[in-house]
């Protein structure tokens, strides 16, 4: 226990000695009220463009962050009573079109020539939003969180316009105070903006940003200086109404056809600027793509991401609860065996300070498998501390209501589940110092003991070096059943070193080094159960392709009987041990090319025999309206008798075809030799006004052998945002 004091003190001794006045606090943009009516049309012909103020003099990030820009642009911001207005100006002096990866919202950074804005309205230098575009006009939004991270799932209602000239693109956007949340009489608001220049290869920023760190870093944004305080955006509520049909039919189970309707609400209620009430009643999620399938080699419970909407606004709050792999909420864990009757969440900012985070939400009973009524809570509440860091408690509470199965009944579900955690999150002002300690323990009704779980990282990174420590440790009895803990009863030990070489006399590399790491799996006896020793060299080209070689020691002590291709063949014994090695190489073409391609490969040891892994994704876009992708995996796994060897092979084209910014149809296929499946997937999407949708989704899974089909499923959604 003694250590765990010690890295608390020294996180603590770091947050103090890196708390300091905002690192860009020198670059101010001032931003003015206009009484001009403005059109949202990139042609800048509005008198209030001319009196406006100027950010400029962009400072390159990638591939080196020691200079100004090549690309040259600027930036104008004013605003009225009702919204604030950006307008960027890209300029371009080199012959040939822009790069652009399709018209669909929220694109691929990096293949695309783009400008972004971050906006920090708490000046907090950790949580805001990101809105922005490509040189096509595609739109991009998202919340942030964490000081960096940009999530694209969330979506609210805004305008755009992109028009292109002989030497430039200008980006004109409209958003509405309602769509923000921004804590009232507060002048000065944290703001960045971000290029990426595809022809050049350039990445640039308005403030001078270390090139380790992405351009959305909060820590790094300037000032937006408003000449009064942005106006309150007053009654700020929206109803999101959905109707659904659906037709299914599964020829598997030799079901008859079954046609539904459905309707349901979600509502946004804004309790103050900074304050927001979610609200649903037999909410739907059936606009949300199927997950990508992929092979599953592992032990352990596999990860995918939440999607649906409810579940995004301020999700940070309760996602970032835990770890990576220590998540004692996970939101997919909610209407995965039952539909969603309803649910609320209040969250948002308290003060400059105070976050706080509130979720109930109740799922319907199953009768045929016995499942009751449960209801799901959450609580989680931040302060800020020091320059960026933040304690939070949090609360997680599962139960079972008007539930009583009898004592014989071996599959009964549990009546409740809870979890209480403490976290303290570090940040540093110049995001060198970053990391993370944790202290969470569950109750349940058949508590073992063991009931607890604590981790801590720490992240020191530089221009050259990163070093990272990381632990774990979780209990044999700690049970989060409404969250992400793939396994227990085990202590974990994670060092990593990182350090590159940047030569000051080449006209193709970047950057170049090594990296090296280990992780260490201990028991409760502190007896080795797993450990993987990786060192690997990478090399990043200033074309922004990159390329990579890695060689890896394994050593695993089966805890259960584990068939190693996860096929349903003969299993490898529990306490039975392992040690290999292996090797692989990486490739990743240049992201703005017309044609891409990249390749992973590994070979080597695989338990008692090995293992050959490749695979490669190629893709073509006939721009802005068509890309084409295939991607291809090969798991070649070789055991000895009486184990199975097999060849696993996934296999997904897809189609994107974006006919405007509003108008999406995307194919997708994926054949999975090891789920013995192919499915198909077809998603057509008309966005008729901002922030509302028209969907038909079309889905079938077939048999490999002969393509008889297993199932098929139609859907036709309409959505509508309306607000008050």
């Not at 049909?245 to 046609?259: A, G, I, L, P």
Request: net charge negative; aromatic share 16%.
């Amino acid at each position: 226990m003694r250590y765990r004091y010690w890295l608390f003190t020294f996180l603590l001794m770091i947050s103090s000695y890196a708390f300091s006045q905002k690192i860009n606090a020198d670059y101010i943009l001032n931003i003015k009220e206009t009484e001009d009516p403005i059109m949202i049309d990139g042609e800048l012909t509005e008198m209030t463009w001319e009196n406006a103020d100027v950010a400029s003099e962009f400072f390159m990030v990638l591939p080196m962050d020691t200079s100004h820009s090549k690309a040259k642009t600027k930036v104008m911001m004013a605003y009225d009573n009702n919204a604030f207005y950006l307008v960027a100006v890209c300029y371009d002096d080199l012959p040939g079109g822009y790069t652009v990866e399709s018209l669909r919202r929220d694109f691929s950074f990096g293949k695309n020539d783009n400008f972004l804005v971050f906006i920090d309205p708490f000046d907090d230098q950790t949580n805001g939003f990101s809105f922005g575009a490509n040189a096509a006009g595609a739109q991009w939004d998202g919340m942030m969180h964490g000081g960096h991270t940009v999530n694209l799932n969330w979506d609210n209602k805004w305008s755009s316009k992109v028009k292109n000239y002989d030497n430039k693109w200008i980006f004109e956007c409209r958003i509405p105070f309602k769509t923000m949340r921004y804590k009232k009489g507060i002048k000065q608001w944290g703001i960045n903006f971000s290029r990426l220049d595809l022809k050049l290869n350039e990445k640039s920023s308005w403030t001078p940003i270390p090139r380790q760190f992405p351009t959305a870093s909060l820590a790094y944004t300037g000032i937006l200086q408003w000449d009064k305080s942005p106006p309150e955006p007053g009654a700020n509520i929206s109803l999101i109404p959905y109707g659904m049909t659906s037709y299914t039919k599964d020829h598997q189970n030799d079901r008859s056809e079954d046609v539904n309707w459905d309707f349901g609400i979600d509502t946004k209620v804004a309790i103050t600027s900074s304050l927001n009430l979610d609200l649903t009643v037999n909410p739907d999620f059936s606009q949300v793509e199927v997950d990508r399938q992929v092979i599953n080699l592992d032990r352990f419970e596999l990860f995918f991401p939440e999607r649906r909407q409810f579940f995004l606004e301020n999700s940070d709050l309760f996602a970032s609860i835990g770890m990576e792999r220590i998540r004692p909420f996970f939101s997919r864990r909610i209407g995965l065996e039952s539909p969603i009757m309803f649910g609320a969440r209040l969250s948002g900012k308290l003060n400059k300070n105070w976050r706080i985070g509130l979720m109930d939400i109740q799922t319907n009973k199953v009768d045929s498998i016995g499942l009751p009524v449960q209801n799901y809570a959450v609580f989680a509440l931040q302060r800020q501390v020091f320059a960026r860091s933040n304690i939070a408690a949090t609360f997680i509470n599962k139960e079972s209501l008007n539930y009583h199965p009898s004592p014989e009944d071996s599959n009964a579900f549990s009546l409740y589940n809870r979890d209480f955690g403490l976290e303290y999150n570090l940040a540093s002002s110049n995001n060198i110092w970053t990391g993370k300690l944790m202290y969470h323990k569950s109750f349940s009704l058949d508590a073992t003991g063991e009931e607890y779980t604590h981790a801590s990282e720490l992240i020191y990174s530089t221009k050259k070096l990163t070093a990272e420590w990381h632990h774990e440790y979780v209990g044999l009895g700690y049970n989060a059943e409404v969250g992400f803990v793939p396994r227990s009863n085990y202590y974990s030990l994670n060092p990593k070193i990182e350090y590159l070489f940047f030569p000051s006399s080449s006209e193709k590399v970047a950057s170049h080094g090594p990296q090296f790491g280990t992780n260490i799996y201990l028991d409760n006896d502190l007896k080795k159960t797993d450990t993987e020793t990786f060192l690997s060299y990478s090399v990043d080209f200033l074309n922004r392709s990159s390329f990579s070689g890695w060689v890896s020691d394994d050593y695993v002590m089966l805890l259960d009987d584990f068939d190693p291709t996860n096929s349903r063949g003969e299993k490898l014994p529990a306490g039975s041990t392992y040690a290999w090695n292996a090797f692989g190489l990486d490739y990743a073409s240049t992201p703005g090319s017309l044609f891409t391609f990249d390749f992973s490969s590994r070979y080597g040891g695989y338990y008692n025999g090995d293992r050959l892994f490749l695979s490669g994704s190629v893709g073509y876009r006939f721009q802005p309206f068509v890309s084409l992708n295939v991607d291809v995996a090969l798991n070649s796994i070789n055991l000895p008798e009486p184990y199975k060897s097999t060849d696993f092979w996934l296999v997904s084209p897809r189609l994107d075809v974006t006919l405007s910014n509003t108008v999406f149809f995307t194919t997708f296929l994926q054949y999975n030799s090891q789920e013995e499946n192919v499915n198909i997937n077809s998603r057509f999407q008309w966005r008729f006004q901002p922030a509302s949708d028209f969907y038909i989704v079309y889905t079938e899974n077939y048999f490999p052998e002969h393509l008889n089909v297993k199932n098929r499923a139609l859907v036709l959604k309409l959505t509508y945002w309306y607000n008050i």
